[in-house]
T-cell receptor, first 113, second 113 residues
């Protein structure tokens, strides 16, 4: 039982390049989330999903897109990376019914130069 | 506008003593609160939570207190151990929000041996 995994762990992009971050969970959770963490700002919600095929915007969605084609996977895309998107990205999942607790992945450190 | 605030970026405590971490919130719609612990290069891990219908929840060395009238919660760790040294995040959510969490900016706790 791996919990929540994220791929890749580190990435360096040039401005304007695109990439996709993959999140996978093996807990059969309905809800999944993408956050970014910047120094001194805590975690901020980018996008979330309440089930397969659904997505919704969070607090800071601009410049990002997401997809949830399979229940266990939640993809975060950057179509044209900007230096302001340099951050640590965390994926999380929740059962959405019983517990409010979210389980987090180990994070992806992204640097955009 | 920060809806969840942790005004102390850092706290140092002697091993064996009590650690008290504080959190304030402004949104009266929040009805569930969580504390997460984060070590460097890892994702946050859930520590303890409290519903707005309670004013205290205990789990071993960890106790969370909620003062709704003051919109304030605190995390008490007794006794503090060196392994407790980490960043602690307070988070809040409300019913019907797809369990979206709003995080504070975190407090770095250092427990000195």
């Amino acid at each position: 039982n791996a919990g929540v995994t994220q791929t890749p762990k580190f990435r360096v992009l040039k401005t304007g390049q695109s990439m996709t971050l993959l999140c996978a969970q093996d807990m059969n959770h309905e809800y999944m989330y993408w956050y970014r963490q910047d120094p001194g700002m805590g975690l901020r919600l980018i996008h979330y999903s309440v089930g397969e095929g659904t997505t919704a915007k969070g607090e800071v969605p601009d410049g990002y897109n997401v997809s949830r084609l399979k229940k266990q996977n939640f993809l975060l895309g950057l179509e044209s990376a900007a230096p302001s998107q340099t951050s640590v990205y965390f994926c999380a999942s929740s059962d959405g019914h019983v517990s409010y607790e979210q389980y987090f992945g180990p994070g992806t450190r992204l640097t955009v130069t | 506008d920060q809806q969840v605030k942790q005004n102390s970026p850092s706290l140092s405590v002697q091993e064996g003593r009590i650690s008290i971490l504080n959190c304030d919130y402004t949104n009266s719609m929040f009805d569930y609160f969580l504390w997460y612990k984060k070590y460097p290069a890892e994702g946050p891990t859930f520590l303890i939570s409290i519903s707005s219908i309670k004013d205290k929840n205990e789990d071993g060395r960890f106790t969370v207190f909620l003062n709704k009238s003051a919109k304030h919660l605190s995390l008490h760790i007794v006794p503090s151990q060196p392994g407790d040294s980490a960043v602690y995040f307070c988070a809040a959510t409300r019913s019907g929000s797809a369990r979206q969490l709003t995080f504070g900016s975190g407090t770095q706790l250092t427990v000195l041996p």
